[in-house]
């Protein structure tokens, strides 16, 4: 059993996977945790040193914390909370029938808790549950209102059933949010003996962490199994490709590309998705994720037109190419968004650092001048006339530094669709508006 030095008094609202693997290994951890679960057999089973189901190592860490007096359980929400710091609900959270998720456990746990509560009461509830983002803002904190000491923390769960333990003792991830920083602080601190730095957040990113995470891991499941599958009916041995894949750490398993931002162009990735699909559909083969990839991208593409056509007078848009630092139009998102903008009648000028028509050749000259001789008529060669002239400033790639403190010193409204100016406004700001 590990002290933390700074043990604290912890109530567990549901003993199902989560709430006990919780409730197990923070009372190894040396906090005094008592489990509620109406479900008797649950709590009849701990206060035996026994689970209530199999999970590999769980058996010895709840017999020894029941042992020692960190860990015990009860049905009745007082017995728990007369002595609690902070209550951690893990109710669950099922599907309801169209998918949406039935929030009853956690409504019915939070009102239990209010229920015991009394004027002056200091408690943190924290939820771990899985819930959508807006969930504790919109249920939890109203239901608490009435005591103003109480506050309310996100920390969801990521352990998986099958390694729960060693997931909980070797976090991959640990997020903690809320609107106040000494109760979330408090939370994490719950997890000070293991060796993870807890990501701080706002209480709604925490919601949504989790199911960006859920997502994420849903994606590449499928993404593995599309490309193993087209693999296999053109002769080629998918776990070869993909353990390849992973051996880049630079593009492929990393960071990259894993930032919302703006719509992918280029001479690649359109043209080589497509060539995919085309070959998969002559196996008969259906590849529904990786098919979803370019209309995704064209929703997108829609959304920050959207919220361009909804600024108003003169706009100067910042760069043309697919992405910085390139010259290359072909299937530039920013192209597409400046048909839209001059099919709707509306006044529009472009720089691009990169792209100017009296010194560009070749192949991507042609291109200016014959497939969007339009287009290259907007192009504004001083970014300075081009910052004048605007009403409001788009940046459609990611600028350089001395770049963004011009368009900063412009003064300008900005609508920043790469997610680089931390000060710009974002399209979902601006569709939040309309
Ligand atoms: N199971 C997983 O692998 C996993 C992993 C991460 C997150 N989650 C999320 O954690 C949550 C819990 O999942 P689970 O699999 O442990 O659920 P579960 O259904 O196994 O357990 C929920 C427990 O809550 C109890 N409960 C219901 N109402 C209660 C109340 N008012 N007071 C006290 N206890 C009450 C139930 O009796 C049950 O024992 C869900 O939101 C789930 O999505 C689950």
């Given at each position: 059993m590990t002290d933390t030095g700074s043990s604290s008094c912890v109530a567990v609202f549901g003993l199902g996977y989560v709430g006990c693997v919780t409730a197990a290994c923070l009372a190894s951890s040396g906090h005094k945790v008592i489990g509620v679960d109406p479900d008797r057999h649950k709590t009849d089973q701990i206060q035996q040193g026994r689970t209530p189901?199999?999970?590999?190592?769980?058996?010895?860490?709840?017999?020894?914390?029941?042992?020692?007096?960190?860990l015990s359980a009860v049905n009745d929400a007082a017995d728990a909370l007369r002595s609690?710091?902070?209550?951690?609900?893990?109710?669950?959270?099922?599907?309801?029938?169209?998918?949406?998720?039935?929030?009853?456990?956690?409504?019915?746990?939070?009102r239990d808790i209010r229920s015991h509560l009394v004027a002056g009461s200091q408690l943190i509830v924290c939820v771990r549950s899985t819930v959508f983002p807006g969930t504790c803002e919109e249920i939890v904190i109203p239901e608490l209102a009435a005591y103003p000491h109480v506050r309310v923390v996100s920390n969801p769960e990521f352990l998986r059933e099958g390694c729960a333990v060693r997931d909980f003792?070797?976090?991959?991830?640990?997020?903690?949010?809320?609107?106040?920083?000494?109760?979330v602080q408090r939370v994490a601190s719950l997890y000070s003996s293991l060796?993870?730095?807890?990501?701080?957040?706002?209480l709604r990113a925490a919601e949504m962490i989790k199911y960006a995470c859920n997502a994420f891991h849903a994606v590449k499941i499928a993404f593995a199994n599309e490309i193993g599958a087209l693999?296999?009916?053109?002769?080629?041995?998918?776990?070869?490709?993909?353990?390849?894949?992973?051996?880049?750490?630079?593009?492929?398993?990393?960071?990259?590309?894993?930032?919302?931002?703006?719509?992918?162009?280029?001479?690649?990735l359109p043209k080589d998705l497509r060539a995919l699909s085309y070959r998969a559909s002559r196996q008969d083969l259906k590849l529904p994720l990786l098919e979803a990839a370019l209309p995704s991208n064209d929703e997108?593409?829609?959304?920050?037109?959207?919220?361009?056509?909804?600024?108003?007078?003169?706009?100067g848009v910042i760069g043309l190419a697919f992405k910085e630092d390139t010259d290359d139009l072909r299937e530039s998102p920013v192209?597409?968004?400046?048909?839209?903008?001059?099919?709707?009648?509306?006044d529009v000028r472009v720089y691009d650092p990169h792209i100017r028509l009296d010194s560009i050749y070749g192949s991507n000259r042609s291109y200016i001048m014959t497939a969007i001789p339009h287009i290259g008529r907007l192009l504004e060669p001083e970014i300075g006339t081009l910052l004048n002239w605007a009403d409001n400033l788009v940046i459609a790639q990611k600028p350089s530094t001395e770049l963004a403190g011009r368009i900063a010193a412009s003064g300008r409204p900005t609508l920043?669709?790469?997610?680089?100016?931390?000060?710009?406004?974002?399209?979902?700001?601006v569709s939040a508006r309309l």
């Amino acid at each position: 059993m590990t002290d933390t030095g700074s043990s604290s008094c912890v109530a567990v609202f549901g003993l199902g996977y989560v709430g006990c693997v919780t409730a197990a290994c923070l009372a190894s951890s040396g906090h005094k945790v008592i489990g509620v679960d109406p479900d008797r057999h649950k709590t009849d089973q701990i206060q035996q040193g026994r689970t209530p189901f199999y999970e590999p190592g769980l058996d010895e860490i709840v017999r020894a914390t029941v042992q020692s007096g960190h860990l015990s359980a009860v049905n009745d929400a007082a017995d728990a909370l007369r002595s609690a710091d902070i209550a951690l609900i893990c109710v669950g959270t099922p599907s309801e029938r169209n998918g949406n998720l039935d929030l009853d456990q956690v409504r019915r746990v939070v009102r239990d808790i209010r229920s015991h509560l009394v004027a002056g009461s200091q408690l943190i509830v924290c939820v771990r549950s899985t819930v959508f983002p807006g969930t504790c803002e919109e249920i939890v904190i109203p239901e608490l209102a009435a005591y103003p000491h109480v506050r309310v923390v996100s920390n969801p769960e990521f352990l998986r059933e099958g390694c729960a333990v060693r997931d909980f003792m070797e976090p991959s991830l640990l997020v903690v949010g809320g609107p106040e920083a000494t109760s979330v602080q408090r939370v994490a601190s719950l997890y000070s003996s293991l060796d993870v730095e807890p990501c701080l957040v706002s209480l709604r990113a925490a919601e949504m962490i989790k199911y960006a995470c859920n997502a994420f891991h849903a994606v590449k499941i499928a993404f593995a199994n599309e490309i193993g599958a087209l693999a296999g009916c053109l002769q080629v041995d998918g776990r070869e490709v993909m353990e390849t894949l992973c051996q880049d750490r630079k593009l492929n398993l990393s960071a990259a590309y894993l930032k919302p931002g703006f719509a992918f162009g280029g001479s690649c990735l359109p043209k080589d998705l497509r060539a995919l699909s085309y070959r998969a559909s002559r196996q008969d083969l259906k590849l529904p994720l990786l098919e979803a990839a370019l209309p995704s991208n064209d929703e997108h593409l829609d959304r920050a037109v959207r919220a361009v056509l909804s600024l108003p007078g003169r706009v100067g848009v910042i760069g043309l190419a697919f992405k910085e630092d390139t010259d290359d139009l072909r299937e530039s998102p920013v192209v597409r968004m400046l048909e839209s903008l001059l099919g709707k009648g509306r006044d529009v000028r472009v720089y691009d650092p990169h792209i100017r028509l009296d010194s560009i050749y070749g192949s991507n000259r042609s291109y200016i001048m014959t497939a969007i001789p339009h287009i290259g008529r907007l192009l504004e060669p001083e970014i300075g006339t081009l910052l004048n002239w605007a009403d409001n400033l788009v940046i459609a790639q990611k600028p350089s530094t001395e770049l963004a403190g011009r368009i900063a010193a412009s003064g300008r409204p900005t609508l920043d669709l790469v997610g680089s100016l931390p000060a710009a406004l974002t399209p979902a700001a601006v569709s939040a508006r309309l």
